[in-house]
Nanobody, 119 residues
Protein backbone atom coordinates (compact mmCIF):
# COMPACT_ATOMS: atom_id res chain seq x y z
CA UNK A 1 0.00 0.00 0.00
CA UNK A 2 0.93 3.62 -0.51
CA UNK A 3 -0.06 6.35 1.91
CA UNK A 4 -0.23 10.05 1.19
CA UNK A 5 -0.17 13.23 3.21
CA UNK A 6 -1.71 16.03 1.18
CA UNK A 7 -1.67 19.70 2.04
CA UNK A 8 -2.06 23.13 0.54
CA UNK A 9 -5.67 23.40 -0.49
CA UNK A 10 -7.85 26.33 0.49
CA UNK A 11 -9.67 29.43 -0.66
CA UNK A 12 -8.12 31.88 -3.06
CA UNK A 13 -9.37 34.73 -5.19
CA UNK A 14 -9.39 34.48 -8.99
CA UNK A 15 -5.91 35.13 -10.28
CA UNK A 16 -4.36 33.92 -7.05
CA UNK A 17 -2.00 31.04 -6.36
CA UNK A 18 -1.87 27.91 -4.28
CA UNK A 19 0.70 25.19 -3.84
CA UNK A 20 -0.35 21.62 -3.19
CA UNK A 21 1.98 19.08 -1.65
CA UNK A 22 1.73 15.32 -1.49
CA UNK A 23 4.16 13.19 0.46
CA UNK A 24 4.09 9.46 -0.26
CA UNK A 25 5.17 6.64 2.01
CA UNK A 26 4.82 2.89 2.22
CA UNK A 27 5.36 0.62 -0.74
CA UNK A 28 6.62 3.34 -3.06
CA UNK A 29 9.28 1.40 -4.86
CA UNK A 30 8.54 0.94 -8.55
CA UNK A 31 6.05 3.83 -8.54
CA UNK A 32 6.06 5.01 -12.15
CA UNK A 33 4.44 8.40 -11.77
CA UNK A 34 2.84 10.71 -9.25
CA UNK A 35 0.47 13.52 -9.88
CA UNK A 36 -2.82 15.23 -9.27
CA UNK A 37 -6.34 14.66 -10.44
CA UNK A 38 -9.35 16.79 -9.65
CA UNK A 39 -13.06 16.27 -9.41
CA UNK A 40 -15.64 19.02 -9.40
CA UNK A 41 -19.25 18.39 -8.32
CA UNK A 42 -21.16 16.29 -10.85
CA UNK A 43 -18.10 15.93 -13.04
CA UNK A 44 -15.75 13.06 -13.66
CA UNK A 45 -12.35 12.95 -12.10
CA UNK A 46 -9.77 14.30 -14.52
CA UNK A 47 -6.02 14.41 -14.77
CA UNK A 48 -4.46 17.73 -13.85
CA UNK A 49 -0.79 16.86 -14.15
CA UNK A 50 1.59 14.05 -13.50
CA UNK A 51 5.32 13.54 -13.40
CA UNK A 52 7.17 10.30 -13.96
CA UNK A 53 10.07 9.00 -11.92
CA UNK A 54 12.39 10.23 -14.68
CA UNK A 55 10.89 13.72 -14.59
CA UNK A 56 8.65 13.68 -17.64
CA UNK A 57 5.52 15.74 -17.16
CA UNK A 58 2.05 15.77 -18.62
CA UNK A 59 -0.60 18.46 -18.13
CA UNK A 60 -4.25 18.87 -18.91
CA UNK A 61 -4.71 21.46 -21.63
CA UNK A 62 -6.80 23.59 -19.29
CA UNK A 63 -3.90 24.13 -16.89
CA UNK A 64 -0.93 24.38 -19.24
CA UNK A 65 1.01 27.54 -18.64
CA UNK A 66 -0.61 28.10 -15.26
CA UNK A 67 0.21 24.99 -13.21
CA UNK A 68 3.61 23.43 -12.64
CA UNK A 69 4.24 19.99 -11.22
CA UNK A 70 7.53 19.05 -9.63
CA UNK A 71 8.86 16.36 -7.34
CA UNK A 72 11.48 15.89 -4.67
CA UNK A 73 12.57 12.27 -4.96
CA UNK A 74 14.51 12.41 -1.71
CA UNK A 75 11.32 13.33 0.12
CA UNK A 76 8.98 11.24 -2.05
CA UNK A 77 6.94 14.39 -2.44
CA UNK A 78 5.21 15.91 -5.42
CA UNK A 79 4.16 19.54 -5.64
CA UNK A 80 1.61 21.35 -7.76
CA UNK A 81 2.12 25.09 -8.07
CA UNK A 82 -1.12 26.60 -9.26
CA UNK A 83 -0.99 30.17 -10.55
CA UNK A 84 -3.60 32.36 -12.20
CA UNK A 85 -6.38 30.31 -10.69
CA UNK A 86 -9.71 30.60 -12.45
CA UNK A 87 -13.30 30.16 -11.38
CA UNK A 88 -13.36 26.87 -13.32
CA UNK A 89 -10.50 25.39 -11.26
CA UNK A 90 -12.35 24.66 -7.99
CA UNK A 91 -12.53 20.98 -7.20
CA UNK A 92 -11.29 18.36 -4.83
CA UNK A 93 -7.72 17.69 -5.85
CA UNK A 94 -6.50 14.14 -5.34
CA UNK A 95 -2.92 13.01 -5.15
CA UNK A 96 -2.27 9.96 -7.28
CA UNK A 97 0.53 7.51 -7.77
CA UNK A 98 0.60 4.48 -10.00
CA UNK A 99 2.76 1.57 -10.96
CA UNK A 100 2.66 -0.97 -13.71
CA UNK A 101 2.51 -4.68 -13.07
CA UNK A 102 1.69 -7.80 -15.01
CA UNK A 103 -1.94 -7.13 -14.09
CA UNK A 104 -1.85 -3.64 -15.56
CA UNK A 105 -1.91 -0.22 -13.98
CA UNK A 106 -2.37 0.00 -10.22
CA UNK A 107 -3.47 3.36 -8.86
CA UNK A 108 -3.22 4.74 -5.35
CA UNK A 109 -5.19 7.77 -4.17
CA UNK A 110 -4.94 10.38 -1.49
CA UNK A 111 -7.94 11.58 0.47
CA UNK A 112 -8.21 14.81 -1.49
CA UNK A 113 -7.87 18.46 -0.67
CA UNK A 114 -10.42 21.14 -1.52
CA UNK A 115 -9.47 24.07 -3.73
CA UNK A 116 -11.94 26.94 -3.87
CA UNK A 117 -11.63 29.97 -6.12
CA UNK A 118 -13.96 32.78 -5.25
CA UNK A 119 -13.99 36.52 -4.91
Amino acid sequence: QVQFVESGGGLVQPGGSLRLSCAASGSISSIYAMGWYRQAPEKQRELVAHITSSGNTNYADSVKGRFTISRDNAKNTVYLQMNSLKVEDPAVYYCNAYRWSTLGRRDYWGQGTQVTVSS
